[in-house]
């Protein structure tokens, strides 16, 4: 991996994989609260973090995370209501959201929806913190995090934090947090799990860097956390 930074891997097996992001993702939430009384968070979307967020809303987190103080962002979202199958939010609001006592205020939903997405993203910009305090991101088989996919001019981004993109896949319409933010992000957590993932994770972790392919690159300084399968081509073990 010479020339790339090394992230911290963790490979746990299938089912304890949400165990142990949940208990990431809880640390690392108390340890803001402590010590400066708030914290911003940004949630993945997808299938894999469903367990993960219903972990956080049984106990032990559930009681121990002071949800009061604590602000949620989302990394992404397709462009249907927030009611749709198909959202982010939807599915974070079912496993954890609904189920902790976080003010509804305090929760920040990417408004994809909305015709006007430049003004919708714009509008995201101006609730978005300067820098997060902890950030999950998923990937995808293509190397994918968040809605930034292989070639998407969204990848060159310095300046606009949330823009409109469009991806392969249907819902494709969607916004995104942009590179500035990963970079910014205190505590960057990365999640992959499936044989699918194996080769992207591999590519990704070996270099050479580059994010135009592999966006999920821009996520090397933080941990991550693999299921065996993911894993596969990278080895086994905690380092």
Not at 96 to 109: K, Q
Not at 136 to 141: D, H
Not at 202 to 225: N, Y
Request: charged residues 25%; proline residues 9%; hydrophobic residues 45%.
């Amino acid at each position: 991996m010479t020339g790339i930074a090394t992230p911290r891997l963790v490979v746990e097996e299938t089912g304890r994989l949400a165990d142990a992001v949940a208990e990431w993702l809880a640390t690392a939430m108390m340890d803001d609260l402590r010590e400066h009384g708030r914290c911003a968070v940004a949630l993945a979307g997808g299938h894999t973090p469903r367990p993960v967020y219903e972990r956080l809303a049984a106990a032990p987190w559930s009681s121990r995370v002071d949800w009061r103080s604590v602000d949620v962002f989302f990394g992404d979202e397709r462009a249907v209501p927030p009611d749709d199958p198909a959202s982010n939010y939807l599915m974070a609001a079912t496993a954890l959201l609904g189920r902790v006592p976080i003010p509804a205020g305090r929760v920040h939903r990417l408004e994809a929806e909305r015709p006007d997405r430049d003004a919708a993203a714009r509008d995201y910009e101006r609730v978005l913190p300067d820098r997060l305090d902890v950030l999950l991101l998923g990937m995808g088989a293509d190397g994918h995090t968040a809605s930034l996919f292989p070639g998407s001019a969204a990848l060159d981004e310095r300046v606009r934090r949330v823009l409109p993109v469009t991806g392969p896949a249907r819902p494709a319409e969607r916004l995104t947090i942009t590179p500035p933010v990963i970079a910014a992000a205190r505590r960057v957590a990365v999640m992959a799990g499936g044989a699918d993932k194996a080769g992207a994770v591999a590519r990704a972790l070996r270099g050479p860097m580059r994010p135009h392919e592999l966006p999920v690159q821009l996520a090397l300084g933080g941990v991550w956390f693999l299921d065996p399968a993911a894993g596969a081509q990278v080895g086994r073990g905690t380092t």
